[in-house]
T-cell receptor
Framework: GQNIDQPTEMTATEGAIVQINCTYQ??????LFWYQQHAGEAPTFLSY????GLEEKGRFSSFLSRSKGYSYLLLKELQMKDSASYLC???????????FGGGTRVLVKP | DARVTQTPRDKVTEMGQEVTMRCQPI?????VFWYRQTMMQGLELLAY????????DSGMPKDRFSAEMPDATLATLKIQPSEPRDSAVYFC????????????????FGPGTRLLVL
């Protein structure tokens, strides 16, 4: 089976940095995705890590350590529109189904 | 701008009625996923298809749910009979993930069907 843990909620100030951690235990692992979901909307793809290390994409970066079963999503220069849920998800094989964590709701305050 | 489309966007029905949800994947994608999202359970996979063949439907209650892909441009999810506990948002996602490299593995989600069973 798989077990994916993320904090339920985080609050941060506009312009600041927030780091959302995701830890997992799984019997098989291929890659880790981060999705953003605004309230009432569909999840949208943010990042994908299959190798250890940091992937940077503008204000968002994602890190993976396969040996530690750990990932984080780093949001820099927070904007009000970044208030959303952030979902960590795993795949066991290429093109396989996603297994999601419960999501972390991030609230950005002025 | 290629997108996954889903119909209907909202559905309210009474317990015992049949519900059919439709999904049009992004043209060229060979994998279609059905997910369900509730406050209690989060996002969970119901079933998925590759090249129109079902690969995994272990997340789906087989006695009342059925998923099909009549052709490459249409996937359907049917609930018969529906129950109040089926109330959720049902997302369809598509991808082209056999190469093992992003972004080809990325799954793109449709807007969802919000189902309320009374």
């Amino acid at each position: 089976g798989q077990n994916i843990d993320q904090p339920t909620e985080m609050t941060a100030t506009e312009g600041a940095i927030v780091q959302i951690n995701c830890t997992y235990q799984t019997s098989g692992f291929n890659g880790l995705f981060w999705y953003q979901q605004h309230a009432g909307e569909a999840p949208t793809f943010l990042s994908y890590n299959v190798l250890d290390g940091l992937e940077e994409k503008g204000r968002f970066s994602s890190f993976l350590s396969r040996s530690k079963g750990y990932s984080y999503l780093l949001l820099k220069e927070l904007q009000m529109k970044d208030s959303a849920s952030y979902l960590c998800a795993l795949t066991k094989a290429a093109g396989n189904k996603l297994t999601f964590g419960g999501g972390t709701r991030v609230l950005v305050k002025p | 701008d290629a997108r996954v489309t889903q119909t209907p966007r909202d559905k309210v029905t009474e317990m015992g009625q049949e519900v059919t949800m439709r999904c049009q994947p992004i043209l060229g994608h060979n994998t279609v996923f059905w997910y369900r999202q509730t406050m209690m359970q989060g996002l969970e996979l119901l079933a998925y298809f590759r090249n129109r063949a079902p690969l995994d439907d272990s997340g789906m209650p087989k006695d009342r749910f059925s998923a099909e892909m009549p052709d490459a441009t249409l996937a359907t999810l049917k609930i018969q009979p529906s129950e109040p506990r089926d109330s959720a948002v049902y997302f369809c996602a598509s991808g082209f993930g056999t190469s093992g490299s992003a972004p080809e593995e990325t799954q793109y989600f449709g807007p969802g069907t919000r189902l309320l069973v009374l």
